[in-house]
Structures are given as C-alpha cells and as structure tokens.
C-alpha cells in the first residue's frame, strides 16, 4: 500500500534550465497538491488540481511555474528557465474525494538545487 | 486571510522531559481543521494530531496532546516523556474545513531538540 512517491528525491539545474517534478498520488486518491518550502520556513501552498483540472492555483508564480495532472500517469510541476530563488523542497500530498477528515498525505519531497 | 504564527523558532529540552510548543491564528472560519506536523532531518511531513475546531475536547495521541483555545485562536502542543526520537522540526497549520478543498497554511515552524 504505496503512499505518496515523489521523484527525483534530488534535482540539480543549472540556471535556465527546466525542472521536472513528478507525484503519484496514494492509490485511491484523486487530488493532488504542490507545497514548496523555502529553507528555515513552513509549506506554502502552490496549487490543487484534480484529474485533468487545475482546481486553485492561486499560490503559483504567474511566470514559469505550471502543474498538471493528466488522466493517465502522475502529476507534474514544471519550472521553466529556472532561477536560484527556485532553490526550495517541493512536497506533493494527496487525499481522496470528499474525505471529510481534512488530512493530506504528503510525499518525501523533491529538492531542487539551482547552480 | 488565515495566518498561523508559531512565535519559538528553536526549542530544546532534556529527554524525558515535557515540552509544550505554542500556536496562534487567526481566522474568520467558524469551521476548520488545526494540525501539527513533526518534520525529522528526512524532512517527511508527519502528521501528529489533528483536532477539528468544532470539537471543545483536546486531541491527544499516545504522548502527544494539544490544548485548544478556540476563543484564544489557540493551538499548543505537549510532548510528555520526550524521546530522542522527537528531535525535528514541528509545523502547526490550519485548514479551512470545505469539501473537497484541503489547503493547509502553516506556520514558519520550531526547531525542537531532545539532548540525552
């Protein structure tokens, strides 16, 4: 009973490279969020999305940054020409419709190096 | 807005002691969820307890307890018989209680140290 399995654990970009970091949600889950912590603070929220829908993505920077979550296969954060302010851990968590309890399962974490 | 505001960056105690972490926030919601999260050097995301605002009992899971002051906005949490183990980071975070819509707002976080 897999939980949420984030890949790659550790990515390193040279600045204006692209990132790419992929979330498999919990089985049974059908929502899906990006967190990103910057060093010595809390998760902040980036976006929510639902099979196929981008549902809220009011913590998203407008430029550069975009999320999906096809119908097959994981979701996918996307940083395009990446910058070193990029530099954080990003955390996918993923609960299940209508859960009620109000309880997000997160991943490991991806952890972004920008050079 | 909700904000949530964790006001001791750096805790540490001796093992076996009891540690309380303090959390305020600030809401206009009737109906919400409050969560702390324990963040080892592995940096997982682990949920310790959870209390919905709409219960007036306190939360407790084996030796994890939180007082909630609802008047107060506030959320603290008590560690007893601390371990080695407990060595993290610890988040407090709310979340707005609405189907289908789960976003967390955390705090900034305590750094939490267990000396033998």
């Not at chain 1, 119908?71 to 419709?97: H, N, T």
């Not at chain 2, 960056?9 to 324990?38: G, H, I």
């Amino acid at each position: 009973n897999a939980g949420v399995m984030q890949n790659p654990r550790h990515l390193v970009r040279r600045r204006g490279q692209e990132a790419r970091l992929r979330c498999s949600p919990m089985k049974g889950h059908s929502h899906v969020y990006w967190y990103r912590q910057l060093p010595e603070e809390g998760l902040k929220f980036m976006v929510y999305l639902q099979k196929e829908n981008i549902i809220d993505e009011s913590g998203m920077p407008k430029e550069r940054f975009s999320a999906e979550f096809p119908k097959e296969g994981p979701s996918i954060l996307r940083i395009q020409q990446v910058v070193r302010g990029d530099s954080a851990a990003y955390f996918c968590a993923s609960s299940p419709y209508l859960q009620g309890t109000g309880e997000l399962f997160f991943g490991e974490g991806s952890r972004l190096t920008v050079l | 807005a909700q904000t949530v505001t964790q006001s001791q960056p750096e805790m540490s105690v001796q093992e076996a002691e009891t540690v309380t972490l303090s959390c305020t926030y600030d809401t206009s919601e009737n109906n919400y969820y409050l969560f702390w999260y324990k963040q080892p050097p592995s940096r997982q995301m682990i949920l310790v307890i959870r209390q919905e605002a709409y219960k007036q009992q306190n939360a407790t899971e084996n030796r994890f307890s939180v007082n909630f002051q609802k008047a107060a906005k506030s959320f603290s949490l008590k560690i007893s018989d601390s371990q080695l183990g407990d060595t993290a980071m610890y988040f407090c975070a709310f979340m707005k209680a609405s189907l289908g819509a789960q976003k967390l707002v955390f705090g900034q976080g305590t750094r939490l140290t267990i000396n033998p």
